[in-house]
């Protein structure tokens, strides 16, 4: 897992996940989403 502030860089461009995933150094790239609604979250992936 990998800070999100890196992929800040990214957003809105289209990608070639493979460069970003070395850009990043880091072998899986996933999107996705974290609530937190009280004491329970849910995390989101794609």
């Not at 970003?20 to 995390?43: H, Q």
Request: charged fraction near 30%; glycine fraction near 10%; charge should be positive.
């Amino acid at each position: 897992m990998i800070a999100r502030n890196s992929s800040f860089a990214y957003k809105g461009k289209a990608l070639d996940l493979r460069r970003v995933a070395s850009d990043l150094g880091v072998r899986s790239v996933f999107e996705g989403s974290i609530r937190r609604a009280g004491n329970r979250g849910r995390i989101t992936l794609s």
